[in-house]
């Protein structure tokens, strides 16, 4: 069997390098009040922020950080403390705790937003979150309220509406900076990010060689800092540029993650944050490879060819924001998603970890379970954790499920042979 | 009259086959599901179809199928409305209409989709940036999408005149049902909750028509009513607007000593504070009252004014003591707004309790007993 995964590579470093940064021009921004605001990442925004040095503040990450550091329980008691519910997301209880605790991390300190912008892309809770944080903060809160892609395409009247608002919260910004929006400005961000998403789009397409040169769910965390947060920037771009220039090498030596690629797996859902580490091994014992996920497209669906145009910037952004992300689009489209990653990306089985914090991702996922099996003849394991909070994490049940899996995996694939 | 009025409103509430709307339905009748919170019922009655409210299994649905399509931590009015369908007691559905109240109720509409492909399932996104100079013109869209599908799925015409005619319709049964309030605000001890409650509800199950002479009549009788007021304490229930709690709930409240002189059960069917305009083009007209009239809920974002002002201008109004907090178990809408609504009332000095339920919760002991405790605690302090 497979032995723990020591490499690292590059990427994972110019990763942390680059996000470093981010975290210190926030705790800079703490000291000096420079303009900022709370995002959140799922089909996000954040190229308006920029074309105003609005420094954008998301508080997912924050949760994951104290969730990866294993520093959250702490926050998720301090928020249930103040009335919020053991079935409430764990993300947003680990972020107000962290809020009520002054907003200094792992990561060092976190100002208090100037604004508060709730991109409202599919998930309901992100609308309670910024809400409370507005209310605590005492921050102007501006709802971007994204039409649900509720038909095969929006309406002329959804995007319309769209481009509305993001006309009103650019009069926001212009009102909290006292600086003049600037178009070109927008476009060279928009160019930046454009660059940054045809190396994302490339870096998961050569997923789809025999071994994947990386794990597209476990290590496309590394890339979806920088793709999500860091979007529209220089540094992203050039991150990327040097992302797909390593991911090509691998591919070239025929080299992946684990030192011998025995299952190619998609994987759905978030991880579990709190148990990272031990939760990959009990895949890479296996030999098991994610070759595609879900989770990594929550922000945006570039390798299906999307990109922002700095000819068209607003309304790229408006069209982002409704359609090419994940979380904007029905279950039944992940489905046809993951049916995709399948097939063009060669798995053998479907991992789905469901979570209780995110309903948006795991309400039905018994229902998935039951298409990928039933109809579609896909091995597939549905294992129970959560993205943030501990105390839903069991090691031994989740190795046993794990290993139960793989070894009928195992052993279909040997009679199939 | 009124106690069969009420026996056959039980009936229909607790009838899980739907009677009503099966009459309906083989009288040559097209039904069209409402999954909670609101629904544009307009729209549905305008086009000759019956408005059906599909609220989940009540006490009475054991779950065969659903709960493995559906984990453990997802609430039960998601699962038991699905497990409806897969014993086939929705099969008299034309179509059903889900909308953005939160994420469960969202891939509940998917799934339900998948599983069930002959049935119109569609799925409406409410808006939430009621600030936004687009927000009408939006929403009036958004209906029209949803008349469209209607009109070509289910065959039928929906146009501008009946609507508006609709729109009269439902004014008239709100305004009913909001007087069945004032009375109980006004004067509880002539009518319980329970009774409002069964007789509010059978309307969401029988056409409009027929359920708008039996509040009349009810109506009547209820003030013509002699009771001696109980010594009891006024509460608002809040949280109760989608899963509904089973009756023997509310009768555990109400015999614990609470007159319940304000609630959002079904807060969906009495969405409005003031009546639908019924001038001027009918769609617009439905767009402007969800933006502009309707009432604070936990699924409308609206920083205009805050939900939890509407909470304690709701006790106010109706001159409650205290707040009963009940969410269903595993409501997320509800149990996020528990943390500021709570915050509010104690700066108000409100008093309040929660009292988690769900649908097929059937013993109410420890409820009894921590609603009389909360009540004594009041009336002696």
């Known amino acids: ?68 550091r294993k520093q959250a329980l702490p926050m998720i008691l301090k928020a249930e403390q103040m009335g919020y519910s053991g079935d409430n997301c764990a993300y947003v209880k680990a972020d107000v705790g962290f809020l009520m605790s002054g907003g200094v991390g792992p990561t060092g300190t976190i100002p208090s937003p100037s604004i508060v912008v709730c991109n409202y892309v599919g998930c309901n809770v992100y609308v309670k979150w910024f809400e409370h944080i507005a209310h605590f903060c005492k921050a102007p809160l501006f709802m971007l309220d994204i039409p649900f892609l509720r038909e095969k395409a929006p309406s002329k009247d959804d995007i319309t509406y769209v481009m509305k608002q993001l006309q009103e919260l650019i009069a926001l910004c212009e009102q909290v900076t006292g600086k003049k929006f600037d178009i070109d400005k927008l476009r060279e961000i928009c160019r930046y990010a454009a660059r940054a998403e045809d190396g994302w789009a490339r870096a998961k397409d050569l997923c789809k060689a025999k071994p994947a040169p990386f794990d597209a769910y476990f290590d496309s965390i590394n890339m979806m800092g920088p793709i999500n947060v860091l979007r529209g920037t220089k540094a992203a771009a050039d991150f990327f540029d040097a992302a797909v220039a390593e991911y090509e090498e691998q591919v070239a030596l025929g080299a992946g993650p684990l030192p011998e690629e025995r299952f190619r797996i998609i994987t759905e859902g978030p991880p579990p944050y709190p148990y ?19 989770y990594s497209t929550v922000g945006g669906l570039w390798e299906y060819g999307f990109r922002h145009d700095p000819e068209r910037p607003l309304e790229s952004i408006a069209e982002q924001m409704i359609v090419h992300n994940l979380t904007n689009r029905s279950i039944l489209d992940r489905y046809q998603q993951i049916k995709d990653y399948v097939e063009r990306w060669e798995a053998d089985a479907l991992v789905i970890h469901s979570i209780k914090s995110c309903r948006l991702f795991s309400a039905g996922q018994g229902d998935m379970r039951e298409y990928f099996t039933k109809e579609l003849g896909v091995p597939t394991l549905l294992v129970e954790s959560d993205l943030e909070d501990p105390r839903y994490y069991s090691e031994a049940q989740m190795k046993n499920r794990i290993d139960a899996f793989f070894e009928a995996l195992e052993h279909r694939k040997l009679v199939n042979a | 009259m009124l106690t069969e009025v009420l026996e056959r409103s039980r009936g229909l509430v607790e009838d899980t086959t739907y009677r009503r709307a099966l009459d309906w339905k083989k009288a040559g ?47 039960s009015i998601a699962k038991s409305t699905l497990e409806l369908g897969f014993q086939g007691r929705l099969g008299l559905l034309d179509a059903i209409l889900f909308s953005s109240i939160c994420d469960v109720a969202r891939n509940l509409s998917s799934v339900f989709k998948r599983n069930f492909p002959g049935v119109h399932v569609d799925y409406l996104h409410y808006p939430q940036n009621m600030s936004s100079a687009g927000v009408i013109d939006y929403m009036e869209s958004e209906l029209r999408r949803v008349r469209d599908n209607l009109q070509r799925v289910c065959g039928v015409e929906i146009s501008d005149d009946r609507l508006s005619a609709s729109i009269l319709v439902w004014n008239r049964w709100r305004a009913l049902i909001a007087d069945l309030y004032a009375l109980r605000r006004d004067e509880p001890q002539k009518i319980s909750t329970v009774e409002l409650y069964l007789l509010f509800r059978a309307g969401t199950l029988m056409p409009v028509e027929e359920h708008i002479p039996l509040l009349e009549a009810s109506l009547a009788e209820f003030r013509s009513r002699t009771a001696k007021p109980r010594d009891c304490i006024r509460v608002v229930v809040e949280a109760a607007f989608c899963e509904q709690p089973p009756i023997g709930l509310i009768e555990v409240l ?64 109706s001159r409650a003591d205290a707040v009963i907090f009940m969410p269903a178990k595993f ?37 009894r007993n921590e609603v009389e405790t909360f009540v004594e605690s009041m009336l002696f302090d």
């Open chain 1, 1 to 68: 069997m497979a032995a723990e995964r020591q490499y690292q590579g590059v990427v994972h470093e110019r990763s942390r390098e680059i996000m470093s940064a981010w975290y210190d021009d926030l705790a800079r921004a703490a000291k000096t009040g420079e303009p900022s605001a709370c995002l959140m990442i799922s089909g996000n925004c954040v190229e308006i922020l920029r074309a105003f040095d609005i420094h954008p503040i998301f508080p997912e990450v924050n949760a994951l950080q104290m969730a990866i």
């Open chain 1, 276 to 294: 990272y580490r031990n939760f990959r091994n009990l895949f890479a014992k296996w030999g098991a490879v994610s070759v595609a996920s879900t």
């Open chain 2, 254 to 317: 109400e015999e614990a000593g609470c007159y319940i002189v304000d609630d959002d059960l079904l807060r969906g069917w009495r969405f409005f504070d003031t009546p639908v305009g019924e001038e001027g083009p009918p769609l617009r007209s439905l767009a402007a009252a969800y933006v502009d009239g309707s009432t604070y809920s936990s699924v409308r974002h609206d920083w205009r004014k805050k939900r939890w002002e509407g909470l304690i201008d709701r006790v106010r109004l």
């Open chain 2, 29 to 75: 009748g097209k039904v069209v599901g409402c999954f909670p919170v609101y629904t544009p019922v307009e729209l549905i009655h305008a086009g000759g179809m019956l408005p059906l409210g599909v609220v989940g299994g009540g006490t009475s649905v054991e779950l065969a199928h659903a709960d493995s399509r559906f984990q453990s931590f997802v609430c």
């Open chain 2, 331 to 367: 409501c997320e809408p509800a149990l996020f707004d528990y943390v500021l609504y709570r915050e509010a009332l104690e700066k108000a000095s409100i008093p309040h309790l929660m009292v988690e339920f769900e649908e097929k919760m059937w013993t109410f002991e420890r409820t």
